[in-house]
């Protein structure tokens, strides 16, 4: 019933009663319904069966789709002279066509999953092609060597054709050839090395699957080298390329952007990649004996190592100019080896932290400290292990967990400038006048337990893991820093735990000055963890470099581990708020008004505003508090009920029994 005025039709037969698997008899339409659909221009058909000839079909047809296309070819009376994207993915075509059909304004060719396919067409008949696209063409053993004619071919995807065997050599012709994707081709006689020479236009080069190093040994080298200079995405991933199969030098992949080495076995960083600066973005993923990785270029902007379970370091080639941030970085995979992160994070047993921390700390006879459980690597994967005490050097700060609670200061030490709080999550203090003094920071000491089963994964998992923070305001200044540990020790049942930290406050521009008014929290997210008491500890040097925070006057150290200096611009995702920690820009940005964002940036004088005037609600972990409170008064006032419910029902029966 179709009319003159169709331009455009689709019919999907899949759904069709008819081809239900119950239903032996197929719907087969007739070719002469779409013969007075004089202007139709697109037509996409998904399994249909058309019975009849095509010699009256739609001469204005610019565009078709035939997914499940039945026949061995196309008929060569169906009109395609006007065509120009052709998609007939999952046919049963064993041949494009018989005879010759010249197709002039085609551009687009997809004969994805036709996996009977032996041969394709003469290229010459669409000398305006700008993209083929082959995908799982599994029978195709080879291409028609007049594919070299396309002077206008961009795009050619030929993944996971297993059994092609050769290329034409005459591909070196494609001049305008931007994509060649070959990902998967495993059964290729030769690697076109001089082909891939001569193809300067080219810019991305996809080879994964492709066992570079199995199928020729040799010539491996020679053919990484072989690929163009304009290059700017290569992905070798799945090659089997070992460290020695890459060579020193390849500098004609100097303008690479994306590089992809994923699930091959090496066990270090490749030499030539150090050359690589314009590099933004590099893979790793699941190379499983990669071990370290020493001298990475300093441009690349993201960095992804999930599931490289050997990885021990990670580091940089020195460039001061370097502006760092793990905002999209991935190490997800429990990399429970990667202890070192340059500008990030470093972790060591507690056994070799300098000793000028420890001492800064106050912290003695730490020989025989149990293993304690640890949660590893933040929000950005879930995974915790039993381990021997570490320090963390992050930001600048050291934290260290130790269990029980007999390392938190308890006696007042001459000297030590110490503000303790039992019930209260803050402390508030200002900066003393100490003459021929200056502050180089603060230790901050919190004792804290759990509250949940951490047996339990469902309940312990959120994807956030925000789960204790400690912020410091200088209300003199208009700073604050919020610190969220990527490490951080989990208590056992019924114990405690105490959580210990140094912040180095060096920089003039943060400094704690004579004066300043300072502000300092430690949160613990419910219904996760409790704090039960902690203390603020003032670290002040003394002209003549001596601390004033130990019980020992000891030599102050300038050049004590430390991840990052003092310069924390790149954190400063508010104005004069230093998010420290695993927090995105586009994390803050898009949770403006969440109820945790805004408690972490107040300090409680402001939290205390807000409540009165109604701006904000509570934290979610007092919500949840003032539920189960709420519930527990439910529960007390049923049993209520129901006693005297049973008292009264128990009287009824005595008095009834009386007058009986």
Same mark, same amino acid.
């Given at each position: 019933?179709?009319?003159?005025?169709?331009?455009?039709?689709?019919?999907?037969?899949?759904?069709?009663?008819?081809?239900?698997?119950?239903?032996?008899?197929?719907?087969?339409?007739?070719?002469?319904?779409?013969?007075?659909? @004089?202007?139709?221009?697109?037509?996409?058909?998904?399994?249909?069966?058309?019975?009849?000839?095509?010699?009256?079909?739609?001469?204005?047809?610019?565009?078709?789709?035939?997914?499940?296309?039945?026949?061995?070819?196309?008929?060569?009376?169906?009109?395609?002279?006007?065509?120009?994207?052709?998609?007939? @993915?999952?046919? #049963?075509?064993?041949?494009?066509?018989?005879?010759?059909?010249?197709?002039?304004?085609?551009?687009?060719?997809?004969?994805?999953? /036709?996996?009977?396919?032996?041969?394709?067409?003469?290229?010459?008949?669409?000398?305006?092609?700008?993209? +083929? !696209?082959?995908?799982?063409?599994?029978?195709?053993?080879?291409?028609?060597?007049?594919?070299?004619?396309?002077?206008?071919?961009?795009?050619?995807?030929?993944?996971?054709?297993?059994?092609?065997?050769?290329?034409?050599?005459?591909?070196?012709?494609?001049?305008?050839?931007?994509?060649?994707?070959?990902?998967?081709? #495993?059964?290729?006689?030769?690697?076109?090395?001089?082909?891939?020479?001569?193809?300067?236009?080219?810019?991305?080069?996809?080879?994964?699957?492709?066992?570079?190093?199995?199928?020729?040994?040799?010539?491996?080298?020679?053919?990484?080298?072989?690929?163009?200079?304009?290059?700017?995405?290569?992905?070798? #991933?799945?090659?089997?390329?070992?460290?020695?199969?890459?060579?020193?030098?390849?500098?004609?992949? /100097?303008?690479?952007?994306?590089?992809? +080495?994923?699930?091959?076995?090496?066990?270090?960083?490749?030499?030539?990649?150090?050359?690589?600066?314009?590099?933004?973005?590099?893979?790793?993923?699941?190379?499983?004996?990669?071990?370290?990785?020493?001298?990475?270029?300093?441009?690349?902007?993201?960095?992804?190592?999930?599931?490289?379970?050997?990885?021990?370091?990670?580091?940089?080639?020195?460039?001061?100019?370097?502006?760092? /941030?793990?905002?999209?970085?991935?190490?997800?995979?429990?990399?429970?080896?990667?202890?070192?992160?340059?500008?990030?994070?470093?972790?060591?047993?507690?056994?070799?932290?300098?000793?000028?921390?420890?001492?800064?700390?106050?912290?003695?006879?730490?020989?025989?400290?149990?293993?304690?459980?640890?949660?590893?690597?933040?929000?950005?994967?879930?995974?915790?292990?039993?381990?021997?005490?570490?320090?963390?050097?992050?930001?600048?700060?050291?934290?260290?967990? +130790?269990?029980?609670?007999?390392?938190?200061?308890?006696?007042?030490?001459?000297?030590?400038?110490?503000?303790?709080?039992?019930?209260?999550?803050? !402390?508030?203090?200002?900066?003393?006048?100490?003459?021929?003094?200056?502050?180089?920071?603060?230790?901050?000491?919190?004792?804290?337990?759990?509250?949940?089963?951490?047996? *339990?994964?469902?309940?312990?998992?959120?994807?956030?893991?925000?789960?204790?923070?400690?912020?410091?305001?200088?209300?003199?200044?208009?700073?604050?820093? !919020?610190?969220?540990?990527?490490?951080?020790?989990?208590?056992?049942?019924?114990?405690?735990?105490?959580?210990?930290?140094?912040?180095?406050?060096?920089?003039?521009?943060?400094?704690?000055?004579?004066?300043?008014?300072?502000?300092?929290?430690?949160?613990?997210?419910?219904?996760?963890? @409790?704090?039960?008491?902690?203390?603020?500890?003032?670290?002040?040097?003394?002209?003549?470099?001596?601390?004033?925070?130990? @019980?020992?006057?000891?030599?102050?150290?300038?050049?004590?581990?430390?991840?990052?200096?003092?310069?924390?611009?790149?954190?400063?995702? !508010?104005?004069?708020?230093?998010?420290?920690?695993?927090?995105?820009?586009?994390?803050?940005?898009?949770?403006?008004?969440?109820?945790?964002?805004?408690?972490?940036?107040? *300090?409680?004088?402001?939290?205390?505003?807000?409540?009165?005037?109604?701006?904000?609600?509570?934290?979610?972990?007092?919500?949840?508090?003032?539920?189960?409170?709420?519930?527990?008064?439910?529960?007390?006032?049923?049993?209520?009920?129901?006693?005297?419910?049973?008292?009264?029902?128990?009287?009824?029966?005595?008095?009834?029994?009386?007058? /009986?």
């Amino acid at each position: 019933m179709g009319t003159q005025t169709i331009q455009g039709l689709v019919l999907d037969m899949r759904m069709h009663l008819a081809n239900s698997p119950i239903n032996t008899n197929e719907t087969i339409l007739e070719t002469n319904a779409f013969e007075r659909m @004089q202007k139709l221009k697109l037509l996409h058909l998904s399994h249909v069966q058309l019975d009849g000839c095509y010699a009256k079909f739609p001469l204005g047809l610019r565009w078709l789709c035939w997914l499940g296309f039945p026949l061995h070819s196309i008929p060569i009376d169906f009109p395609l002279e006007n065509v120009i994207v052709l998609e007939m @993915q999952y046919s #049963s075509l064993g041949q494009v066509c018989k005879g010759t059909k010249v197709l002039p304004p085609l551009k687009i060719l997809d004969f994805s999953h /036709s996996h009977d396919l032996t041969e394709i067409m003469d290229f010459s008949l669409c000398p305006s092609l700008e993209e +083929l !696209i082959l995908v799982d063409c599994t029978s195709l053993k080879s291409v028609h060597e007049s594919i070299g004619n396309l002077e206008r071919l961009v795009y050619l995807n030929m993944k996971d054709c297993k059994n092609l065997r050769m290329l034409p050599k005459n591909m070196c012709m494609l001049k305008s050839l931007e994509t060649l994707i070959l990902s998967g081709c #495993s059964s290729l006689d030769e690697f076109p090395v001089e082909m891939m020479k001569q193809i300067e236009s080219l810019k991305v080069l996809r080879t994964d699957g492709i066992p570079l190093n199995e199928l020729w040994p040799e010539r491996c080298s020679s053919i990484l080298s072989s690929f163009p200079c304009s290059l700017v995405e290569l992905n070798l #991933s799945r090659c089997n390329l070992s460290d020695d199969a890459f060579p020193w030098d390849l500098s004609n992949l /100097s303008s690479i952007r994306r590089l992809y +080495l994923d699930e091959n076995p090496i066990c270090s960083l490749p030499i030539f990649i150090k050359g690589l600066r314009r590099l933004d973005h590099l893979s790793f993923y699941d190379c499983e004996r990669l071990e370290s990785l020493v001298g990475l270029p300093k441009g690349h902007q993201c960095l992804y190592v999930s599931q490289c379970r050997s990885l021990e370091s990670i580091s940089y080639l020195q460039d001061h100019s370097f502006n760092w /941030s793990p905002e999209f970085h991935s190490i997800g995979g429990c990399i429970d080896n990667l202890v070192e992160w340059q500008y990030w994070y470093k972790l060591e047993p507690i056994g070799r932290v300098d000793v000028e921390m420890i001492k800064l700390l106050g912290l003695c006879n730490l020989e025989s400290l149990p293993n304690i459980r640890m949660h590893k690597f933040g929000r950005m994967v879930w995974c915790d292990d039993w381990s021997p005490v570490q320090g963390l050097y992050q930001y600048g700060i050291f934290s260290t967990f +130790l269990p029980g609670n007999e390392f938190f200061p308890r006696n007042e030490v001459p000297g030590r400038l110490i503000h303790k709080s039992g019930g209260s999550s803050s !402390i508030s203090f200002t900066v003393p006048l100490l003459p021929d003094h200056r502050g180089r920071g603060l230790n901050v000491f919190a004792v804290y337990e759990n509250v949940i089963d951490f047996s *339990d994964t469902k309940l312990v998992y959120d994807c956030m893991d925000i789960r204790m923070t400690i912020k410091v305001s200088n209300k003199s200044k208009g700073l604050k820093w !919020i610190y969220v540990p990527l490490v951080y020790g989990i208590p056992g049942e019924g114990e405690d735990m105490t959580w210990l930290s140094h912040w180095k406050m060096e920089n003039e521009t943060i400094a704690l000055q004579c004066g300043d008014e300072v502000s300092v929290s430690v949160i613990m997210r419910y219904p996760w963890f @409790q704090l039960k008491e902690f203390g603020v500890e003032l670290v002040q040097e003394h002209q003549n470099n001596t601390m004033l925070s130990t @019980q020992h006057n000891t030599k102050s150290d300038p050049n004590y581990p430390f991840v990052i200096s003092g310069d924390l611009s790149m954190w400063e995702h !508010i104005p004069g708020i230093y998010f420290l920690g695993s927090f995105s820009k586009e994390f803050i940005k898009s949770m403006p008004r969440s109820n945790l964002i805004n408690h972490l940036i107040m *300090d409680s004088d402001e939290e205390d505003t807000d409540k009165e005037e109604g701006q904000e609600d509570e934290p979610d972990y007092t919500i949840a508090k003032t539920r189960a409170a709420s519930n527990n008064y439910g529960l007390r006032v049923w049993k209520v009920l129901l006693i005297v419910v049973g008292f009264f029902f128990t009287l009824a029966l005595v008095l009834w029994s009386s007058i /009986s």
